[in-house]
Every structure is written in structure tokens, then in C-alpha cells.
Nanobody, 120 residues
Framework: QVQLVESGGGLVQPGGSQRLSCAAS????????MYWVRQAPGKGLEWVSA????????YHTDSVKGRFTISRDNAENTLYLQMNSLKPEDTALYYC?????????????WGQGTQVTVSS
């Protein structure tokens, strides 16, 4: 069955860095666009970053541009999110999600999430 398992979250100081990973299994990972989506305390879901099947095209929401980088390793079936210059407003539960709409943001599977807390 399809599984997405995030890891790498934790407590980090403002200005610090963190790398999230999402291990995918149960499907042909290289055939799907993938997203990182987050949910801050008391707020709705916000998509953060997207990457196409081959990894050559990426998109980041304005609030993280220049600070976050999404990437993937199709040989290892793993999605990554490198987060630099972290801010307190980046505190959220971060999910990876499989897109079934060719990059248009319709998701059918999500991971369980990994918590990122940015605080001094």
C-alpha cells in the first residue's frame, strides 16, 4: 500500500536550518509530482513547495522563496525539504503529499507529518 513517512522535524532556533525527508513506498514514486504542505497552529493547510516527476521543476510559495528548497531522489524514493533561515512563523506540522493532478495540487495520500518548531 502507499506509504509516505516524514522525518527530520524538531526544535530549531530562528535563523537555523533543518532538512525534512519523506520516504515513499508502495507506488512508482518517479511518476508523481510531490508536495510539501504545512499546517501552523490554529491555521489551515498551506502548500509550501512542489516538485515535478523528474525533479527539474520546482515551485515554492512566496513566504519561503529563497529559504526553502525542495528536491527528490527517485532512485531512493525520497522527497526532501531543505529549510534555511528559519523563522518562528515557519513553525508548523509539515506533511508530504502525493499529487494526482499533474502538479495542480490535488492530493490522494499524505504522510503523518513531522513537527517543526522554530523558537529561541
Amino acid at each position: 500500500q502507499v506509504q509516505l513517512v516524514e522525518s527530520g522535524g524538531g526544535l530549531v532556533q530562528p535563523g537555523g536550518s533543518q532538512r525534512l525527508s519523506c520516504a515513499a513506498s508502495g507506488f512508482t514514486f518517479s511518476s508523481y509530482w510531490m508536495y510539501w504542505v504545512r499546517q501552523a497552529p490554529g491555521k489551515g493547510l498551506e502548500w509550501v513547495s512542489a516538485i515535478n516527476t523528474g525533479g527539474g521543476y520546482t515551485y515554492h510559495t512566496d513566504s519561503v522563496k529563497g529559504r526553502f528548497t525542495i528536491s527528490r531522489d527517485n532512485a531512493e524514493n525520497t522527497l526532501y525539504l531543505q529549510m534555511n533561515s528559519l523563522k518562528p512563523e515557519d513553525t508548523a506540522l509539515y506533511y508530504c503529499a502525493r499529487d494526482v493532478s499533474g502538479g495542480w495540487g490535488t492530493f490522494d495520500y499524505w504522510g503523518q507529518g513531522t513537527q517543526v518548531t522554530v523558537s529561541s
